[in-house]
């Protein structure tokens, strides 16, 4: 049996009964849209991804793209992939029919994108980047900007990528050096360099956009001035036919190796070597870090879907391998002449593939849920929409997180069920979790999103992110007492909800009274315990659902809640405890200890 | 600066102060050895592991062994690295002299082994591999099996390998099927196939014995029927010359494409396929796994060593790149105008490297005490053997599993550190990634180490494993509280050997009423638990020789200790508990739900 990368009927299970859709297709936002337009698209998707994407997987990540001659080439795989995934209409699924979009509700546009991810994440990091980079120009782009490159872009005849890196820089976008001078004809003459640039040439399309950021003669230092703009690698001709296009001074000076996601190309990229190369502001001078965190924010929560995704087919590969390998016998009764068991009969096979789908499946809810948030903020009446946008703001970095550092320890253990054959690059194990390495890295580092959660999202606006967060917790928990949900596991959210709001308050004074040092000394930890507090929420939510329901699929659930309750949760208490004490052994050590 | 492989000031302060070496220079076994000869040993494999051997694993990591016409061609740099690694002696450092050998304890033989196997993995593992199967001949085998191969062997003319697992029975070695059928010339005529088999042809040697498990026509089915045969891939002419070799019908049928020790070939192997291959016998007929067993213990702690190797070597590439690497500033003072600061003073970035020293320290401490440990069971005086041999044996699944699980998280976090870089292949921390994953699988996996150690090691003879643990333990809180150590560390140690104790004494009793699948439930979260424990001991230990002094040196390892007890020992409890109460969230569930 293929792999079906994502189980079809926990995602039906999530819209109908965990997180309903019905109540965001009331919003008028998606007047357009029914269950059955929506069915189509996800039914659509799924097919695609295991008929069509997924086969391609393998190939282009076992020959990555070549760099030669200045160009990249990147497997010819993809040539036949991209029109295919125009037709499905991924690049525009939840975006507005102004600009060719089926204004799909975002949360049934990222259940389908996580089958796509799943099926062959590079293909699907080409489509991310063309969508994310069009819609800033979409949502910030004047009239000329929207005039070139939209329609290109949308429309799939060019791509896009996201160029903040720099070499000097990485993380710390302040420090970035690339400059823009006004030329006087509305365009900046760009020069600057930048690197991990993903998707930043081939020969699929004819055209690549760039949204670099980058700073303007004069502007500010540190992050007040940075300046976004659109820089194509060829530019139309002046006064030329609308669709000629020159060179537009932008090279690749190298290709990276990247350990995992090679399908997709991750470049450095030179602007201006030549001194011709023309940029397009996109949205006001110096408010470029203010855009691109708009677009990073969303792109946190794909990254977080990705992760999920890439986590999902290594889990389903290793129930597979789990109920078809034989070997050994259960320990009651080791009879040598006994045929030997299928592996998923040792309790520890078990252990690893519940642990799995705990991972797989929470963070699939918390996906959803997230997007289904984006919906409402956007969407809701107006009053609630700052309620939902808090709670969207809170949960971000979690998404983005949990799904990559859990989903790498769950491909581990998907290798480990493969044993010695998982050890070798004949089986795909290997290859997802080289992938799923990379999500604790881009878009935000782990301990960028520590410092994020505890420094920001918490705090800011007096707390009102884990109100928000708590109130839905609260509204889960009444939820689970009344389907006859175990009483502890709601007894122990309710529990993690107080101390969280204790140790956190206690974390902010702390910050007022100037120790901002040991405030965020332990903000992985307090990441690391709100991720499981989250995802014990989200099963809560699952088993609210579930319980009650005597077929396999309900109690297999409530097997999975039980697992995270028992075994993960109770992390969670000693997590904070470092928190509160602001337990000094690595932050007050000295670097010259190491 | 190059990267050192090892701590030499910590690897010197374990032999002096820590576990010191003095005692076990004063046994007689070891009386033509002193500090001088021993360090000796010790600083030429440092310089030769340093100056010879790092600079041959990239290399050989980037370019895999070739399979090509049936024969298998290992990377070039080994050709020249094999002589140099005998004129070192490491085949036989802590083997007799009536073998050629150096007769070192073999805590020092491990100390030095490590930078060797932090420098070069794949090279080592040939060392390894011939060693052990060496080592199994010169004990079991008889006088025509010792002087057909072990001057050849431990001489390293000839290399060795350990051919246990069959494709359809993998760690069940009981379902392994090659047969042996006596010849009545005093050889039997083996058929069979193995697979994964390590170092099982190449062109550094002229011959390849590989160690190989079978079945003798009519023996009883399971792990008593099973024998040990050494079968070269070239055998002796019948009354040729006595260096004259002819082909023994021994084939290469594939080459696994593994994932990391990619200098090191994987191979499927076929003997007898022509009906002419010869194996000598090694031992008693049906006595093949418990010579397999010794032998697999000692290979257990190599891999604790090899483990402990890789994350230390990826430990201190990634304290160099944080301390070299410049990006953003500390929370407290963001002047955008100011310079950015080396990312070790960032106080996650110390997190990881804090981290990433108490699992690498840890382990290094854990496993020169399993060395010593095996000196004294070997050793020390009679009445005292089995006391260090119950303790040994209680630990072995620990310095197996440990340094492979945890250290595989620690060189993730030496990736993390690298950011995008640590991402490409163009850093070697995602190579150490990938060798690290291996120790979770190979002499027996993760799983089986939990089953081995709750199942086996602290049950048997009445508990004498955890007696012997417990005792060691509470000397070292004497020690520690002597020397001044904070009371609470001691105090969360001795609490815990009583909850140990506890839990064990329950699960025993479970398991005797009958419950053995619910005894064996959660063996791995009691392997996890008791490993933290341990580690928390040893950091105890290393705590008590570092306490009182202001180096900073001693403090960066009360600090370790000090992240020890407050980050990780408060796992143990909550996993204890899923022990005692046989949780069954996994066990209790049908495979038929996932």
């Not at 996800?42 to 295991?50: G, K, N, Q, V, Y």
């Not at 995992?260 to 011709?276: H, K, N, V």
Request: proline share 6%; charged share 20%; hydrophobic share 45%.
């Amino acid at each position: 049996m293929p792999n079906p990368l994502v189980d079809d009927r926990f995602v039906d299970f999530l819209l109908d009964a965990v997180h309903p859709l019905d109540p965001i297709l009331a919003l008028d936002a998606f007047a357009e849209h029914d269950r059955d337009t929506c069915r189509m698209y996800l039914e659509t998707s799924r097919r695609f991804a295991r008929e069509v994407l997924f086969d391609s997987y393998h190939p282009m990540d076992a020959e990555q793209p070549v760099f030669e001659g200045g160009r990249v080439r990147m497997h010819p795989r993809m040539e036949a992939l991209w029109p295919r995934l125009l037709e499905l209409g991924v690049l525009t699924a939840a975006r507005s029919p102004d600009v060719g979009g089926f204004a799909l509700p975002g949360m049934v546009a990222l259940a389908s994108q996580v089958y796509l991810m799943a099926a062959n994440g590079s293909a699907m990091g080409l489509v991310g980047l063309t969508t994310a980079a069009a819609h800033l120009i979409e949502v910030f782009g004047d009239e000329t900007a929207r005039g070139l490159f939209l329609d290109a872009m949308y429309s799939g005849r060019w791509t896009g990528t996201m160029a903040l890196t720099e070499p000097h820089a990485g993380s710390s976008l302040g420090d970035l050096s690339t400059t823009a001078t006004p030329r006087g004809d509305g365009t900046h003459a760009i020069v600057g360099n930048k690197i991990f640039i993903s998707g930043g040439d081939h020969q699929i399309t004819e055209n690549v956009v760039h949204l670099t950021l980058a700073r303007i003669a004069g502007a500010p230092p540190g992050t007040k001035g940075i300046s976004l703009f659109a820089i194509p690698a060829r530019r139309p001709v002046e006064g030329g036919l609308e669709d000629t296009l020159e060179d537009n001074d932008v090279t690749v000076t190298q290709m990276l190796h990247k350990v995992g996601w090679r399908g997709l190309p991750s470049l450095g990229i030179a602007f201006g070597e030549r001194g011709d190369c023309r940029g397009w502001l996109v949205g006001e001078p110096g408010q470029g870090l203010r855009a691109m965190f708009q677009m990073m924010n969303e792109a946190r929560i794909g990254v977080g879907a990705q992760a999920t995704a890439t986590a999902s087919v290594a889990y389903h590969e290793a129930v597979a391998y789990a109920r078809e390998r034989t070997q050994g016998r259960p320990p009651a009764g080791r009879d040598p002449g006994a045929a030997q068991v299928p592996i998923i009969e040792h309790a520890d096979v078990r252990r690893m593939l519940l642990r799995q789908r705990a991972i797989v499946e929470g963070s699939l809810a918390l996906t959803l849920f997230a997007a289904r948030c984006a919906d409402l903020a956007r969407h809701d009446a107006e009053g609630r929409r700052p309620t939902h946008r808090a709670l969207l703001d809170v949960l971000t970095p979690i998404v983005k997180t949990f799904p990559a550092e859990y989903g790498f320890e769950s491909c581990a253990l998907a290798l480990q069920i493969h044993g010695g054959y998982g050890y070798t690059t004949e089986y795909l194990p290997e290859a997802w979790l080289r992938d799923q390495k990379l999500n604790t890295i881009h878009e935000g580092t782990t301990g960028i999103q520590g410092l994020d959660l505890l420094g920001r999202k918490v705090m800011q606006k007096n707390g009102a992110g884990l109100k928000a967060l708590f109130g839905a917790i609260e509204g889960t928990i009444a939820r689970a007492h009344a389907a006859g949900v175990p009483p502890a596991w709601c007894d122990a959210a309710r529990a993690l909800d107080a101390r969280f709001g204790e140790v956190t308050m206690g974390l902010g004074l702390r910050g007022m009274k100037g120790d901002v040092d040991g405030m965020l000394s332990h903000s992985h930890h307090y990441l690391t315990a709100l991720s499981i507090h989250v995802i014990g929420w989200q099963w809560l939510a699952i088993a609210a659902a579930a319980s009650g329901h005597d077929a396999p699929f309900h109690r297999a659930r409530m097997r999975a809640a039980q697992y995270w309750f028992a075994v993960e949760v109770p992390r969670v208490g000693p997590l904070l405890d470092l928190c509160a004490e602001a337990e000094d052994s690595y932050a007050g050590m000295p670097p010259e200890w190491f």
